[in-house]
C-alpha cells in the first residue's frame, strides 16, 4: 500500500546486549542522527505493502526454510552470486568474479569493495568465510543450507576481498551457493543456532536491498531500504510484508487500496480482479510443483522410527493405487481452471533442460479400474461395506495435511475423498493454519506439498536424501518427507559432480524418474503464477525471468528492489526498475570455467526453497 509514513522519532543509539534467554548475544544496528538512515526515519514516505499468506517461521538464515522467510533473507543479504531477472544467467553479488582451479577442487572469489553493513562495517571475505564455517562445523547452523557445504574441506579469507574454497571433490553448485552471508561480528556472539530466531532486536544488520526494521509474528515484517546498498537503493520508502489467514480478505484489502500486492490468488479472485480498476494481474507460467506427499516411515539418522504413519502406505501396490485414481487433467481444469499445467515429474516445465516425463510404460495414467486390480491384487479385499480392509482386517483410512489457508488443498481434498471413496479407501482432510508441527513429528499419512524450483534443482533434489533426515527423532532436519532411498542418493551424489550440462541434466532426470517409481512422491500440478498488484500505486515492477515470469518469490530481490512508487511517475527517468526488466552493471568480469556451458545460468530455488 502507498501511504505516507508519519514521522517518528530517531532511536537512540543501542550498546551490544546479552539476550539472558539462552545466553544468546546479539547486536542492534545503531540509527544515528544525522545520517541518512536516521533523516528517513523523520520523514514520510511511501510504503509498499505485500499480503502474505504463509508464516514465518525463522529470521535465522540458518533455519528458515519456508518461502516467505527465505524470500525477505534475499532483501537484507548478499549472496555471493545474483541471478539476472531477464535469463537467470549467474550475476555477481556479494562475489564480483569467480574461478576454479584447474582439478576444480579449489574456488577462488573476488568479494566486492562497496558492500557494507547496515551498521556502517565493511562486507568482506571474512564474513562469507565465518558464514560457511559456521555451517560446517555447527550442524544447526547447517539446517536450512547444509547442503551446499558437506562437500567443503576448507574455506579461508586471505585477504579482505579474497575468499578461497577447498572441495573434497568437484561440486556443481559452486556458482549457485544460494547461502546468505551475514555479518561475523554480529553472527559469532550468537550461542544455541538451534534456539536463536534473530527476532528480538531491530534494526538487522544486513547488507541486502533492505534492512529488517519490524517485526510481529503472524502480524507483519517490516523493512526499510538500505541507503548504502551497492547496486542503488529502493525506490519505496518502507516494505511491509502483512500476515493474512484468509485469502479473501488479502484480496479485499487489495481492492480497497490497503495492500499494494497480492500472490498466489484462485482463479475465482484473479478473474475478478481483471475488472477491476487500477488493478493489474500477473498470469505466468509458475516455478513451483503441488503434490501429495506420503510418509514413508519417518525416521532419523540413527536409525529409530517415529511418529503415527499409516502403516498400509509402505506397501508400494496402496501407494500405486492411490496415484493411479488421480484425475489430474481434471484437476488442472476444475481446481486451477487451466492456470497450471498437469504434473509427473519433480521439476516444473519452466526449467526445460530438467524437465522429465515419464515414458508410456511408466506412466501412472488416471485408470482408477486398473487402481481397483492392484488393490485387489496386494490383497486389499473390499468387505460387506465396500470398504477396503488391510491385511490387519481394518479399513484402510487415511488422514491428509491440508493448510487451512490454501483453497487449492481443500477443493483437491474433496475429489480425493470422492475418487478414493470409490475405490472403498477413506480419506479425512484435516486443514490447519501451520502443518509444521504434525508434519515434523512423522504424524500423518499423506500431505499436500509443494516447493519453489529454481533453474538449478539441486537444493530440492537434496531435501529427499538420507542425509537430510534428522540425526534423532527429537531433532529436526532438512528432510521434506523422511525418503531414504539409496537408489537416489547415488544419482544425487554424480549429479552434484558433474560439470558437462547435458550429462547433469539427465542425472537429474534419472532421478526424478526414481522419485516417481518410489511412489512416495506424486506431482499432481504445476501451478501458475497468480497474482495482481495496484497500478496507481506500483509505477512498475520487474518480473523474473522478464518475459512471463513471477514477482513473488524470485530467485534473486528484483521485483521489490526493483519497484517504483506511482507517486513518482512524474519525471522520473532514472527507474531502478521496469514491468520488462532490469539492466544489470556487472562492473567486473566474471571467469567462467572452460566445459561448464550453460551451467553456470542455472540455478536451485529461491531460497532454502521452502515448504508452503
Known amino acids: 500500500m502507498v501511504t505516507k509514513v ?118 568482506t571475505a571474512e564474513d562469507a568465510a565465518w558464514t560457511f564455517n559456521k555451517m560446517m562445523t555447527d550442524p544447526n547452523a547447517a539446517t536450512a543450507n547444509g547442503s551446499f557445504t558437506a562437500n567443503f574441506a576448507k574455506v579461508t579469507a586471505t585477504d579482505p576481498q579474497t575468499l578461497v574454497i577447498q572441495l573434497k571433490k568437484p561440486q556443481a ?30 534494526p538487522i544488520v544486513g547488507n541486502g536491498p533492505f534492512v529488517i526494521t519490524d517485526f510481529k509474528v503472524d502480524q507483519y515484517i517490516k523493512l526499510r531500504p538500505n541507503k548504502t546498498f551497492w ?35 484462485t482463479p475465482a479472485q484473479a478473474a475478478a480482479l481483471k475488472t477491476q480498476k487500477d488493478i493489474k494481474v500477473n498470469d505466468a507460467p509458475g516455478r513451483r510443483f503441488y503434490a501429495l506427499a506420503t510418509n514413508p516411515g519417518a525416521k532419523a539418522k540413527d536409525g529409530k522410527t517415529f511418529g503415527n504413519g499409516h502403516p498400509a502406505l509402505l506397501d508400494p501396490a496402496v501407494r500405486k493405487a492411490l496415484f493411479l485414481a488421480v484425475d489430474r487433467t481434471t484437476l488442472v481444469d476444475k481446481v486451477f481452471q487451466g492456470h497450471a499445467v498437469e504434473g509427473e515429474g519433480y521439476i516444473p516445465p519452466r526449467f526445460g533442460s530438467y524437465f522429465w516425463q515419464p515414458e508410456a510404460a511408466q506412466k501412472r495414467a488416471y485408470d482408477p479400474a486398473a487402481a481397483e486390480k492392484v488393490l485387489d491384487a496386494a490383497g486389499y479385499r473390499k468387505n460387506a461395506d465396500g470398504k477396503r480392509v488391510g491385511k490387519d482386517g481394518k479399513p484402510l483410512d487415511f488422514r491428509i495435511l491440508c493448510h487451512a489457508t490454501d483453497p487449492n488443498d481443500k477443493a483437491v481434498g474433496k475429489y480425493l475423498q470422492e475418487w478414493w471413496g470409490k475405490l472403498g479407501v477413506g480419506l479425512k482432510v484435516e486443514c490447519l493454519d501451520s502443518v509444521s508441527d504434525p508434519w515434523v513429528k512423522g ?88 497474482e495482481a498488484y495496484r497500478t496507481d500505486q506500483i509505477k512498475s515492477i520487474t518480473t523474473m525471468p522478464e518475459a512471463a515470469g513471477n514477482l513473488w518469490g524470485q530467485d534473486g530481490y528484483w521485483s521489490w528492489w526493483s519497484a517504483v512508487p506511482a507517486a513518482s511517475a512524474s519525471g522520473d527517468s532514472d527507474g531502478g526498475g521496469s514491468s520488462t526488466g532490469v539492466i544489470i552493471g556487472i562492473g567486473a568480469a566474471v571467469v567462467v570455467v572452460v566445459g561448464l556451458g550453460a551451467f553456470l545460468g542455472l540455478r536451485r530455488r529461491s531460497t532454502a526453497d521452502d515448504r508452503e
Open 6 to 123: 508519519p514521522p517518528r522519532p530517531a532511536p537512540a543509539r543501542r550498546a551490544l546486549r546479552l539476550l539472558l534467554a539462552g545466553g544468546v548475544a546479539a547486536t542492534s544496528l545503531a540509527v544515528v542522527p544525522g545520517t541518512a538512515q536516521a533523516e528517513d526515519e523523520k520523514s514520510g514516505g511511501t510504503t509498499l505493502t505485500v499480503a502474505v499468506s504463509q508464516s514465518i517461521d525463522s529470521l535465522s538464515p540458518f533455519l528458515a526454510q519456508k518461502l516467505t522467510s527465505t524470500s525477505i533473507h534475499r532483501l537484507a543479504y548478499e549472496y555471493l552470486t545474483n541471478y539476472d531477472p531477464k535469463d537467470a544467467r549467474t550475476v555477481p553479488g556479494l562475489a564480483t568474479a569467480w574461478t576454479p582451479s584447474a582439478d576444480k577442487l579449489t574456488w577462488t572469489y573476488t568479494i566486492r569493495k562497496d558492500s557494507t553493513w547496515s551498521d556502517g562495517k565493511p562486507a
Open 173 to 202: 553448485t559452486m556458482t549457485a551457493l544460494d547461502v546468505p552471508i551475514v555479518p561475523k561480528h554480529v553472527w559469532e556472539k550468537v550461542g544455541d543456532f538451534s534456539k536463536f530466531n534473530n527476532d528480538k532486536q531491530f
Open 231 to 265: 547496486r542503488g537503493a529502493p525506490k519505496f520508502d518502507e516494505l511491509v510484508f502483512k500476515y493474512y489467514k484468509d485469502g479473501d480478505a488479502a484480496v479485499a484489502a487489495l481492492q480497497k487500496g490497503e495492500v499494494s500486492f497480492v500472490p498466489n490468488l
Open 443 to 530: 504424524d500423518y499419512d499423506l500431505a499436500f506439498d509443494g516447493w519453489s524450483v529454481n533453474p538449478d534443482p539441486d537444493y530440492v533434489l537434496s531435501i529427499h536424501t538420507c542425509g537430510t533426515l534428522p540425526a534423532t527423532p527429537k531433532d529436526s532436519g532438512a528432510t521434506d518427507n523422511f525418503i531414504c532411498d539409496p537408489r537416489f542418493d547415488g544419482l544425487y551424489a554424480q549429479q552434484a559432480v558433474e560439470y558437462d550440462a547435458a550429462k547433469r541434466a539427465d542425472l537429474v532426470k534419472q532421478m526424478q524418474s526414481r522419485l516417481y517409481d518410489t511412489g512416495y512422491m506424486n506431482v499432481m500440478a504445476y501451478p501458475n503464477a497468480l
